[in-house]
């Protein structure tokens, strides 16, 4: 019997991990001294915590969510994304009785039913922020200048920072009736799916991929255009505040993401060398979304990273040294097995990474393993160096080489 993993699913193992680790151990440090604090929110939640608010006539909902019923007939669906989790959690944990603003981050593996292609999987991993009870754009730029100082950190150049706002509830009826003007003689040519939104969502329609309503759109009104004053002016301190911390956007109004959730501000961080799937990162404002949770009115807002995506755009820059063992030690003879165990023990405990040769391979085989694994040195044991009380070493990238004292070992690797 041979398995194979799922389509669109992957496993991710050395050295790749190593990437992984990296991203992750980046946005730990540079997210703590922001004052974001670690969240985990369980993969799987009641279908409604996504339905409602990532919007019913969302691709994720329509189309894309794993949802299944459980023994108890639950309707039950693992997560597609990290917000509406955490929107739960805080307003089931009554979190917004603590001192605003709250901030969270999160990471772990999402799934969405796409259609599997370079950079887009069905379980991927985000490593996501959201900022609870801040209504005012300061946040906003403090979070993008975050990504910034993130990618910066990570070594990663040439993304674009593209934002938009959305607008208001205030807003959003008169952009509404300018879509639906736009869109009532062009309804004929678009998708199934769009013709049923154009009723109930014609906001989604924008963000359709079928390639008939992608050119339909063409010359759709910009949502920019009809913002209410306060969004307005939210919009623009949001852009003065990114001048003054130095984090280069563009204006994107055609930008409309694909969850419901959204108010005000939204954004992507894209980057060229990714092709078509070419968002690193993306969120945006959702004011509304912990009071549809059943919370107090709190604005927040946040974003979610592709793990994938990151990882990649790393090894394309490749300036990740894969870790290595610092010592090797190789062995001839029973005698020799005992005192490398003995030597590594000892080194190990000190934390220098120490690997060792096994019994019944040759020296010529261990000397080739010490050199796959890329070890700084390789000491070499045999009977006569026991009787001796010494060891022969070997700095692999440049050939040097003696002879110590086993009682030097440790100074010697200092
Ligand atoms: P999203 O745009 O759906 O937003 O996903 C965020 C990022 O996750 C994308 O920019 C991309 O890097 C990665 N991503 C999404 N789908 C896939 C996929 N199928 N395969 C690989 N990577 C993928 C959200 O999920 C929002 N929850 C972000 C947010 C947080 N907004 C406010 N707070």
Redesign the pocket.
């Known amino acids: 019997m041979k398995y194979n993993a799922l389509k669109g699913v992957h496993d991710i193992f050395p050295p790749d991990i190593h990437l992984w680790q990296k991203v992750e151990q980046t946005a730990r440090d540079i997210f703590s001294v922001y004052g974001f604090q670690e969240l985990r929110a369980p993969i799987i939640e009641a279908t409604d915590v996504f339905t409602r608010s990532i919007g019913e006539t969302s691709d ?1 909902v329509e189309k894309e969510m794993y949802t299944f019923n459980d023994k108890a007939d639950r309707r039950i669906t693992l997560r597609p ?3 509406a989790p955490v929107v739960r959690c805080y307003v089931e944990n009554h979190l917004y009785n603590l001192p605003s603003p709250q901030k969270f981050f999160y990471s772990g593996p ?1 799934f ?1 039913y ?1 259609r599997p292609q370079s ?4 379980q ?1 991993y ?1 490593i ?1 922020a ?1 900022a609870f009870g801040v209504g005012g754009p300061k946040i906003d730029a403090e979070i993008l200048s975050m990504l910034k100082l993130f990618f910066e950190r990570l070594g990663l150049k040439e993304l674009n920072f593209q934002i938009n706002s959305i607008g208001c509830d205030k807003c959003r009826p008169d952009y509404r009736k300018a879509l639906l003007d736009f869109f009532s003689d062009r309804l004929e040519g678009l998708c199934q799916d769009c013709k049923r939104r154009y009723d109930i969502n014609p906001l989604r329609i924008l963000d359709c991929k079928v390639e008939a309503c992608i050119k339909l759109k063409d010359g759709a009104p910009y949502v920019t255009d009809f913002l209410c004053g306060e969004c307005r002016e939210h919009f623009n301190a949001l852009q003065s505040f990114l001048n003054l911390l130095d984090v280069p956007y563009v204006i994107n109004p055609n930008m409309v ?3 419901d959730y ?1 108010t005000r501000t939204t954004f ?1 961080v894209t980057c060229e060398h990714l092709g078509s ?1 070419n ?6 404002r ?1 004011d509304k979304l912990v009071q549809e949770f059943g919370g107090p009115p709190t604005p927040a ?6 793990m ?2 990151l990882t990649t755009l790393l090894k394309l820059s490749s300036i990740e040294k894969v870790p290595s063992p610092k010592v090797f030690i190789a062995i001839l003879g029973t005698t020799a097995e005992k005192e490398s165990l003995a030597i590594a023990d000892r080194l190990r405990k000190e934390g220098i990474w120490t690997e060792i040769g096994y019994a019944g391979n040759s020296l010529k085989s261990q000397m080739r393993r010490a050199d796959k694994l890329s070890a700084e040195y390789v000491f070499i044991i045999g009977d006569d160096e026991i009787t001796a009380g010494k060891l022969k070493w070997k700095k692999l990238s440049d050939g040097d080489q003696g002879e110590m004292l086993f009682t030097d070992i440790y100074v010697f690797l200092k």
């Not at 950079?119 to 069905?122: A, E, H, I, L």
């Not at 968002?279 to 945006?284: E, F, K």
């Not at 807002?301 to 592709?306: E, S, T």
């Open positions: 994720i994304e990290g917000t999402m969405r796409e950079g887009r999987f069905r991927f985000q996501g959201e993401r694909g969850l959204y992507e799937q968002a690193v990162a993306a969120g945006g959702y807002i946040g974003f979610a990273a592709g994938e995506r």
